[in-house]
């Protein structure tokens, strides 16, 4: 169980950084996904934190949260690449 939460910090660690690194948001989102990205960022900390935690029991509820906020983190960067790369007037249209 310790493994596993220590893979799953990992992950969402790495994650936060890929999603750091995107930039170049169109102009019509670029305030609210800088916003995103730069709280998104406001995490690491706290994962290297659980990260480093040297607790003997794992509560499986711990990692069972943990792999859900994984989804969340990557359907956030999924969203935010799309804001990066993706169509001006897909943008427009979907997001008025």
Known sequence: ???EKGAVVRNLIEMVNEIASISEYRCTVKKQYC???RRLKLLIP???EIRDSKEVVVPE???KALKSFKEALESAKELLRFGSEGSKIYLVRAFP
Request: no cysteine; charged share 35%; glycine share 0%.
């Open 1 to 3: 169980m310790e493994e």
């Open 35 to 37: 916003n995103l990205a």
């Open 46 to 48: 706290m994962f290297e």
């Open 61 to 63: 509820e711990m990692v």
